[in-house]
Nanobody, 122 residues
Framework: VRLVESGGGLVQAGGSLRLSCAASGRTFRPYAMGWFRQAPGKEREFVAAISRSGRSTDYADSVKGRFTISRDNAKNTVYLQMNSLKPEDTAVYYC????????????????WGQGTQVTVSS
């Protein structure tokens, strides 16, 4: 599975961005999808995940109520709507696919995109 992220950029605190991740190469639907992020000097951390059907989701506590993950299996695309952005959300955001069920564990994910930069100014 090849994953390509888009939609990152520079935004002011309190603003919104929507990230997209287009998948190609294999059937998209069998995979749970997730978003991770990595800030400079920090470990890559879980942000959100969605099940194969889209009916189940999970979020990091730091983004609950602000971020929403969704997917369109017909378009082989997963989205991350980010609202009320904060400077601490600044990071490279990675899209990822897992053959397991919805999971927050980095090692459960099999495929990774190259990442897209999100910068939130104060």
């Amino acid at each position: 599975v090849r994953l390509v992220e888009s939609g990152g950029g520079l935004v002011q605190a309190g603003g919104s961005l929507r990230l997209s991740c287009a998948a190609s190469g294999r059937t998209f639907r069998p995979y749970a999808m997730g978003w991770f992020r990595q800030a400079p000097g920090k470990e890559r951390e879980f942000v959100a995940a969605i099940s194969r059907s889209g009916r189940s989701t999970d979020y990091a506590d730091s983004v609950k109520g602000r971020f929403t993950i969704s997917r369109d299996n017909a378009k082989n695309t997963v989205y991350l709507q980010m609202n009320s952005l904060k400077p601490e959300d600044t990071a490279v955001y990675y899209c990822t696919a897992s053959s397991a069920v919805v999971t927050t564990t980095r090692s459960d994910y099999d495929y990774w995109g190259q990442g897209t930069q999100v910068t939130v100014s104060s």
